[in-house]
């Protein structure tokens, strides 16, 4: 079987795996175009679903497009397929960010086995906006994280406490800032689905994923309600002491960018494996002096480019995702 005898069920099997990817504010920021002749499949941005107020640089985008990268590399394998991938390949469009070569695996390339091993995580892994369990982390899981991290060129860092109080305190200013803008929550308002609309959504956080309202404890979480009237979510305590992980790369590229997002979600599949709970938070990152801020002065190298809250405790829902048909063009 050569490149171009890949036929476009096993394409469209391998998008449908990739759409489960975290994006900020589940915009899912990604389209797909295959090659038939090639054996190719580009991930391109999708620019109608930036934002550019609280992501002008789109590093965010970026971020959410290379987690939907690292998808398509499980999936792949999965498949028994040995992907060659190219970030960013035309300097001449910078939309297209990453073509892989789906080359089946044979003499020319076998596939990798532990990103195979992943594969059962792919949609088991869902954001948890509820309480964690007070239990650490182990030492040896969080060791294997940081590994994982460093195999797509990223690093991460647990927080020490000091510096996970001071991270928290950091999305509190976050929060404030946008409640004294008026502008500051009309492009969350415009991912957040409520009533009805949440129920039929193929994008964005529906109410039903917003979590519990939170009477205690410091989670490091965007409160998506904001002033509007929702559903009644209940309310109950956090966990006192969130374990924060801060993902970071050497440099603050594009190409940084995807790495970070495949190192991201590589973390996440792995934690999901391992039993973990985690969620997201970027709301910080989105003020340049706050990101600045957010570095382990002791330890931290290079810019952060997203903090990770893992723990032991609900998995989160399911949120929607747009059909494959939308996202994806067969040439």
């Given amino acids: ?27 899912q920021p990604w389209t797909f175009r295959f090659l038939t002749d090639e054996g190719v499949l580009e991930l391109r941005a999708d620019l109608a679903r930036a934002m550019p107020r609280t992501d002008p640089d789109n590093r965010s985008l970026y971020i959410g497009c290379g987690a939907a990268l690292f998808n398509l590399r499980v999936a792949a394998a999965h498949e028994g397929l040995a992907p060659g991938v190219r970030l960013l390949p035309d300097p001449g469009d910078p939309h297209l960010l990453a073509a892989l070569r789906l080359a089946p ?23 948890s906006r509820h309480p964690f369990t007070d239990e650490p982390v182990p030492q040896p899981v969080r060791e294997e994280l940081c590994e994982d991290a460093e195999r797509e060129g990223a690093s991460l860092a647990f927080a020490q406490p000091w510096h996970g109080d001071f991270v928290l305190e950091l999305v509190r200013d976050a929060e404030a800032r946008d409640e004294s803008d008026p502008t500051g929550r ?35 979480w965007r409160d998506f309600a904001g002033r509007r009237a929702t559903a009644d979510r209940g309310a109950t305590a956090f966990e006192r002491s969130p374990q924060l992980a801060l993902l970071s790369t050497p ?14 979600e590589r973390v996440l599949l792995k934690a999901t494996l391992a039993g ?7 709301h910080l990152l989105e003020s340049g002096d706050l990101r600045g801020l957010s ?20 998995q989160g829902v399911v949120t929607p995702r747009r059909p494959v048909s939308e996202v994806l063009t067969i040439v």
């Fill in 105 to 127: 695996a044979g003499p020319g390339g076998a596939p990798d086995d532990e990103l195979a091993r992943l594969h059962p995580a792919l949609r088991r892994r869902h954001t």
């Fill in 251 to 264: 440099g603050d590229s594009p190409a940084d960018w995807l790495r970070a997002g495949q190192a991201l």
């Fill in 295 to 314: 570095r382990d002065p002791v330890v931290g190298e290079g810019p952060v480019q997203m903090v990770l809250r893992l723990g032991y405790g609900p």
């Fill in 1 to 27: 079987m050569t490149a171009g005898d890949i036929d476009v069920g096993t394409v469209g099997a391998l998008v449908a795996e990739a759409v489960l990817a975290p994006s900020m504010h589940n915009a």
């Fill in 186 to 220: 009309e492009e969350l308002e415009h991912w957040t689905r409520l009533g009805a609309e949440a129920e039929t959504a193929v994008d964005g956080v529906p109410e039903y994923a917003f979590g519990p309202r939170k009477t205690d404890g410091k989670a490091p």
């Fill in 276 to 282: 973990l709970a985690g969620s997201l938070t970027s």
